[in-house]
């Protein structure tokens, strides 16, 4: 199947720096990919629909000016959380869907980056 | 919009054991099904979908689940559970006709398989 790569796998940062999270469509070109993020235990709750070549649509409370997505490319979206605080550590996950998978769209998942805020 | 519920945060079985992890889902339009399992540390992977035609859907590692249109449900079953197959399950909800449209997930049922 079709492979998301993100990176890093996990980082971990000081209070107030800036960190980005690269999510990259390895074997196919997605026009659209979706930024979840995931508490300890807890299900995946949606962020951000990341469209290339427009502005990402955030979800209701999520802070665009702290989450700042980039979709530059077919294959890239960029995470970047500005000003980092404990309260952003948390399990990132992005998706991406296929062009060719059509309407369908059968979503493919990345391994997740680990952010861990001191 | 569309919503899921997954009522069992746990579900503890015995290897070999049959299982069954519940998933109903609210919409007022016609929905497209996915379950996704999350072993530690990792992203999701997809263990099936139901899309359209037969309610009975088959996915990887002997897992199958039923659309249930009437009760609005789509359970996932397995005749007989390995200890590998101990990891968190979400079933996910998403309305047919694009590529942009949003998944939504459940709040996800760890399967704790025992020896």
Known sequence: GAVVSQHPSWVICKSGTSVKIECRSLDFQATTMFWYRQFPKQSLMLMATSNEGSKATYEQGVEKDKFLINHASLTLSTLTVTSAHPEDSSFYICSANSLAGGPNGELFFGEGSRLTVL | ?115
Request: proline content about 5%; aromatic content about 12%; glycine content about 6%.
């Open chain 2, 1 to 115: 919009a569309q919503s899921v519920t997954q009522l069992d945060s746990q579900v503890p079985v015995f290897e070999e054991a049959p299982v069954e992890l519940r998933c109903n889902y609210s919409s007022s339009v016609s929905v497209y099904l996915f379950w996704y399992v999350q072993y530690p540390n990792q992203g999701l992977q997809l263990l099936l979908k139901y899309l359209s035609g037969s309610t009975l859907v088959k996915g990887i590692n002997g897992f199958e689940a039923e659309f249930n249109k009437s009760q609005t449900s789509f359970h996932l079953r397995k005749p007989s559970v390995h200890i590998s197959d101990t990891a968190e399950y979400f079933c996910a909800v998403t309305r047919p006709g694009g590529a942009t449209n949003k998944l939504i997930f459940g709040t996800g049922t760890l399967l704790a398989v025992q020896p």
